[in-house]
């Protein structure tokens, strides 16, 4: 095995944590008309325990039912892309120059000790901070471009005093699942 398949192979496997099986809730499909399609859908869903936004964007005037179909495919699969999202960002994490931990950094930066505390145990020796605030991205918003040159953008948060905070860490990923980057936005 070479190194590059080592990379590979760490970022389709799953981590060693538990990963939580989440629930997506179904959009209603039925108010698009392919044949006059709207620029902007939207929906706010249960995904488990919390809130997920929902935008399609198309910047076309109609589609078929075939690739409406495929879209609808790729909505099912989101529990299964956030899962590998969060392999993406660890491995992005590990990297020298990494947007992530630059992300991370920003919330080390800016908080302060007790801002810090209630996202993160500040007694927990195991982990780093960074690795300790990295477990508390939540997906909050998906948002599917059918014509881009990528497919879908997955936007992460850190919760503070219990609601998402406005600097995302942006992942985009192809129709097929595969990276195409990640960013950080505010």
């Known amino acids: 095995m070479g190194i590059f398949d080592f990379f590979k192979k760490n970022i389709t496997k799953p981590e060693n944590r538990?990963?939580?099986?989440?629930?997506?809730?179904?959009p209603d499909f039925t108010k698009i008309n392919i044949e006059k399609l709207e620029n902007y859908?939207?929906?706010?869903?249960?995904?488990?325990?919390?809130?997920?936004?929902l935008d399609l964007n198309f910047e076309i005037e109609s589609t078929n039912q075939s690739e409406l179909n495929l879209i609808i495919e790729f909505v099912k699969k989101i529990p299964e892309f956030d899962n590998q999202n969060r392999n993406y960002i660890k491995s992005?994490?590990?990297?020298?120059?990494?947007?992530t931990l630059d992300y991370l950094n920003f919330y080390l930066d800016e908080l302060d000790e007790s801002e810090l505390g209630r996202i993160i145990n500040l007694n927990n020796r195991k982990k780093s901070r960074n690795n300790l605030l990295m477990e508390q991205l939540n997906?909050?918003?998906?948002?599917?471009?059918?014509?881009?040159s990528y497919f879908a953008t997955?936007?992460?948060?850190?919760?503070?005093?219990?609601?998402?905070?406005?600097?995302?860490?942006?992942?985009?990923?192809?129709?097929?699942?595969?990276?195409?980057?990640?960013?950080?936005?505010?």
């Open 18 to 26: 538990k990963v939580k099986n989440r629930i997506l809730e179904k």
């Open 41 to 53: 859908y939207d929906w706010t869903l249960n995904y488990g325990e919390r809130k997920l936004n």
């Open 139 to 148: 997906l909050i918003r998906v948002g599917i471009y059918p014509q881009a």
């Open 154 to 186: 997955f936007d992460y948060s850190i919760d503070i005093d219990k609601e998402p905070c406005n600097q995302l860490l942006v992942v985009n990923i192809n129709r097929d699942g595969t990276l195409d980057y990640i960013t950080w936005e505010s």
């Open 92 to 99: 992005d994490f590990e990297q020298n120059v990494s947007m």
